[in-house]
């Protein structure tokens, strides 16, 4: 979240912002309770200077023995220190509510994200790979993965509902191999630290990187518990850190992790209901960096080029597009989105989002470093990104890889995971 301080200070800017973003919050709340503390803080301190000028006073009125004359100046501080009271109350009171309201603005985008409504305005910054041209009929992947037997979603949906897949056989294993492609390359040549983290998280944690309280709709919370799902690894991932101070000479910190993911895509309703593109549970490779200040927009450049690696490396046609300030997610400060090729839809999707969210998450979460020992704790920078989304993965394999037979060829990265296995076929 953004600190109180740098809102106060800073108004037309974050309001200038919020309007960039499409944020409907109105910072006139904000405003008059502010001043309202800043009231209070002035009256409450200019009490506290007269009690301590009455205490001296009615100090030197009892040493000369004037005790008729200190007693009016002793029944104004009982008075004054009641006020105290009342106005710390209220203090408190407003903190709580200034609080509250940053937490339900977004962040403020960089100085290089492009200015727009929607994804409209967002702007290509590079492709890689040439889309394949196909000289038969092209199918999507759920005509494919039914016709060889690898998915199944009719009987997931029997045991479900909608929006939930089975994979089976060979379709399974591919889910698996890439998952380790990823991990090996993520953790084996890009340096990042392997974690298995808890798929189910407290109300804290999900503050903590911005789910919450905004997003609340957008998840699984358990029962009669302060349990939820996961959406992502990042949110697990990036809470390891909360309420803590770290050294500044050993940033960047770099995890990943594979979870599966739970997200009950409220609001997106009629938008990719058919096959695996929206899911409601989906398995994904995160990326997390918890970088230093100064270096976490390269980071960011780094962390991009990561996951682009696993899409050179299975050669499937992909681009990168900067967001603009409308279409980015709550917490970010900028996000470049990789869009692999779908030859079904003749288009290219999205794949993996990796976004730099500054110290807004950080000051949610409170994760702190030192730039020297002894040196004041200030917020770190987070990074996180999929490296990949392995459902949308997986259907771009099959719909890329495609052969008029209906047969699917095994990218070459992948067949050490599936023993040298060339085709999925029947």
Not at 87 to 110: A, G, V
Not at 233 to 248: F, H, K, M, Q, S
Not at 352 to 371: E, T
């Amino acid at each position: 979240m953004l600190s109180v301080d740098f809102v106060r200070n800073n108004l037309e800017t974050v309001k200038n912002a919020l309007g960039s973003r499409n944020s409907t919050v109105s910072l006139e709340p904000f405003e008059n309770l502010d001043k309202e503390r800043r009231q209070a803080i002035t009256e409450r301190d200019n009490l506290k200077a007269k009690c301590n000028r009455l205490s001296e006073e009615i100090g030197a009125l009892m040493k000369a023995k004037q005790r008729e004359e200190a007693a009016p100046k002793q029944q104004e501080v009982v008075l004054a220190k009641a006020r105290i009271k009342e106005l710390e109350q209220l203090i408190e009171e407003t903190e709580t509510k200034l609080s509250t309201i940053l937490l339900t603005i977004p962040n403020l985008p960089h100085q290089s994200v492009p200015l727009g409504a929607d994804e409209h305005a967002n702007k290509e910054i590079r492709r890689w790979g040439k889309p394949r041209e196909f000289d038969f009929e092209i199918k999507d992947h759920i005509d494919i993965g039914n016709k060889l037997g690898i998915l199944d979603q009719e009987r997931a949906t029997k045991i479900t509902g909608a929006r939930f897949s089975i994979l089976r056989g060979l379709g399974a294993r591919l889910e698996r191999a890439l998952i380790n492609f990823m991990l090996d390359i993520q953790t084996k040549e890009h340096g990042y630290q392997e974690v298995l983290p808890p798929f189910i998280v407290n109300s804290a944690t999900l503050q903590g990187t911005g789910q919450l309280p905004k997003f609340a709709e957008d998840l699984f919370k358990l029962e009669k518990s302060d349990y939820w799902l996961i959406p992502t690894a990042e949110v697990p991932l990036t809470n390891i850190y909360r309420d803590e101070i770290l050294e500044g000479d050993i940033l960047p910190i770099n995890l990943t992790a594979y979870t599966p993911c739970f997200r009950s895509e409220a609001g997106s309703y009629g938008k990719d209901v058919r096959g695996l593109i929206r899911q409601h549970q989906f398995d994904k490779v995160e990326l997390v960096k918890i970088s230093h200040p100064d270096q976490s927009y390269q980071d960011l450049e780094t962390l991009t080029q990561n996951a682009e690696v696993i899409l050179q490396r299975l050669e499937l046609p992909y681009r990168v597009v900067l967001l603009s300030t409308g279409d980015m997610g709550f917490s970010a400060s900028k996000t470049y989105d990789l869009e692999v090729w779908l030859p079904s839809q003749n288009t290219y999707r999205e794949i993996s989002s990796c976004s730099n969210c500054d110290a807004f998450q950080a000051r949610r979460a409170q994760i702190r470093f030192r730039r020297s020992p002894g040196a004041k704790p200030e917020p770190v920078h987070t990074l996180n990104g999929s490296g990949l989304a392995v459902g949308r993965t997986w259907l771009a394999i099959l719909e890329n890889y495609q052969n008029a037979d209906g047969s699917v060829t095994v990218p070459q990265a992948l067949r050490p995971y599936l023993d040298g296995l060339e085709k999925i076929q029947l």
